[in-house]
T-cell receptor
Framework: DGGITQSPKYLFRKEGQNVTLSCEQNLNHDAMYWYRQDPGQGLRLIYYSQIVNDFQKGDIAEGYSVSREKKESFPLTVTSAQKNPTAFYLC?????????????FGPGTRLLVL | SQQGEEDPQALSIQEGENATMNCSYKTSINNLQWYRQNSGRGLVHLILIRSNEREKHSGRLRVTLDTSKKSSSLLITASRAADTASYFCATDGAGGTSYGKLTFGQGTILTVHP
């Protein structure tokens, strides 16, 4: 059963704390993406990775960090430098190539600040 | 700022009616995609239309693309209560340097009343 999984479904962060959101895919996709969605808004790209051990900043990378040590995994860390982290975070993946086209999304993680 | 702007922001119709959503964008594109999001869930790909196509059908979905006006529309015919969701357009920029980065609009919230 192929797909993208994200965990946890809900995550609570205390002031000054770093938290890590998990994203795993078994679709054998080379490219993976992290988006942030605020209420009533579209998706904004945080980071993306086209291949293992390589990743690029998206439009709103400040306060976030990622790693891509395995093809299947692309964890996102929300650091204490991100002052407004409350949002819905979506991970996606797609086939490699210049025209990657369709993206497949995970179910999302909702991050709340205590 | 977002590449895509969607109109209307919210649409409320009765079951059986048709629903039309519009998307405008600013720069040249390789393709335009439509995605659906149920409340609190990930996005699901609906349909992709390439820049050299004018119309595409998939089941009850009809998408048109007018590159001269930089706009697209999504028509859902014979709507059902289960079509209630947010619908997003996403553009994949032309020029070969976008590396599959999609830019999402802010979405249209569709409510279909039984």
């Amino acid at each position: 059963d192929g797909g993208i999984t994200q965990s946890p479904k809900y995550l609570f962060r205390k002031e000054g704390q770093n938290v890590t959101l998990s994203c795993e895919q078994n679709l054998n996709h080379d490219a993976m993406y992290w988006y942030r969605q605020d209420p009533g808004q579209g998706l904004r790209l945080i980071y993306y990775s086209q291949i293992v051990n390589d990743f690029q900043k998206g439009d709103i990378a400040e306060g976030y960090s990622v790693s891509r040590e395995k093809k299947e995994s692309f964890p996102l860390t929300v650091t204490s430098a991100q002052k407004n982290p409350t949002a819905f975070y979506l991970c996606a993946s797609s086939i490699a190539g210049v025209r990657k086209e369709t993206q497949y999304f995970g179910p999302g993680t909702r991050l709340l600040v205590l | 700022s977002q590449q895509g702007e969607e109109d209307p922001q919210a649409l409320s119709i009765q079951e059986g009616e048709n629903a039309t959503m519009n998307c405008s964008y600013k720069t040249s594109i390789n393709n335009l995609q439509w995605y659906r999001q149920n409340s609190g869930r990930g996005l699901v790909h609906l349909i992709l239309i390439r820049s050299n196509e004018r119309e595409k059908h998939s089941g009850r979905l009809r998408v048109t693309l007018d590159t001269s006006k930089k706009s697209s529309s999504l028509l859902i015919t014979a709507s059902r209560a289960a079509d209630t969701a947010s619908y997003f357009c996403a553009t994949d920029g032309a020029g070969g340097t976008s590396y599959g980065k999609l830019t999402f609009g802010q979405g249209t919230i569709l409510t279909v009343h039984p």
